[in-house]
């Protein structure tokens, strides 16, 4: 099974800041490696595919890059309504999720 | 607008069965494979199971393999999980999402609201 993980677990930062969120697979997956946002009670939103292209409807600040078994989330100028969990997943072999990222408000 | 309603959650004892259905509106249904994945505190996003266009090909998470299976009925638009010999580590919120193929890469673009399962006695 192909393992993801993803760092840090948590990140603080504020409002305008530029996050960059990590994300390493047990092997390589090319650039087989898509990104999602969830905020708490909803189900996850589709940001990067195919490490990163950028899913329609998806603002410019977001955006990824990396292939084989290093990638990265970056986020621009972070808005309020970027506090969220962000989670990587593999979709190789199967699909694997990362554990998450926890990105709080400062 | 693509739409994805999960259905048949609820509490079930331990050794129990249970029957997700996820109705699906909005897209040709049957052109999608679809999938299932599971939500809990302590484990984040776990890839459950997925099942091809017409349901002649399906896969499945070690954790839940032989215990659970996937199908649809393209006729009613709908994608089910039968769940039997339920645990309580299967306690989780479950999603079903449609999956897209997009630069060679799948990934799933639309989601349901979830279900919640719980297994206790």
């Known amino acids: 099974d192909i393992q993801m993980t993803q760092s840090p677990s948590s990140l603080s930062a504020s409002v305008g800041d530029r996050v960059t969120i990590t994300c390493r697979a047990s092997?390589?997956?090319?650039?087989?490696l898509n990104w999602y946002q969830q905020k708490p009670g909803k189900a996850p939103k589709l940001l990067i595919y195919?490490?990163?292209s950028l899913q329609s409807g998806v603002p410019s600040r977001f955006s990824g890059s990396g292939s084989g078994t290093d990638f990265t989330l970056t986020i621009n100028s972070l808005q309020p309504e970027d506090f969220a969990t962000y989670y990587c997943?593999?979709?190789?072999?199967?699909?694997?999720f990362g554990q998450g990222t926890n990105l709080e408000i400062k | 607008e693509v739409q994805l309603v999960e259905s048949g959650g609820g509490l079930v004892q331990p050794g129990g069965s249970l029957r997700l259905s996820c109705a699906a509106s909005?897209?040709?249904?049957?052109?999608?494979?679809m999938h299932w994945v599971r939500q809990t505190p302590g484990e984040g996003l776990v890839w459950v199971s997925r099942?091809?266009?017409?349901?002649?090909?399906?896969n499945y998470a070690d954790s839940v393999k032989g215990r659970f299976t996937i199908s649809r009925d393209n006729a009613k638009n709908t994608l089910y999980l039968q769940m039997n010999s339920l645990r309580a580590e299967d306690t989780a919120v479950y999603y079903c999402?449609?999956?897209?193929?997009?630069?060679?890469?799948?990934?799933?673009?639309?989601w349901g609201q979830g279900t919640l399962v719980t297994v206790s006695s």
């Open positions: 099942i091809n266009i017409d349901g002649s090909s399906t």
């Open positions: 999402a449609k999956e897209a193929y997009s630069s060679s890469i799948t990934n799933f673009d639309y």
């Open positions: 909005g897209f040709t249904f049957s052109t999608y494979w």
């Open positions: 092997q390589s997956i090319s650039s087989s």
């Open positions: 195919g490490a990163s």
């Open positions: 997943q593999q979709s190789y072999r199967l699909h694997t």
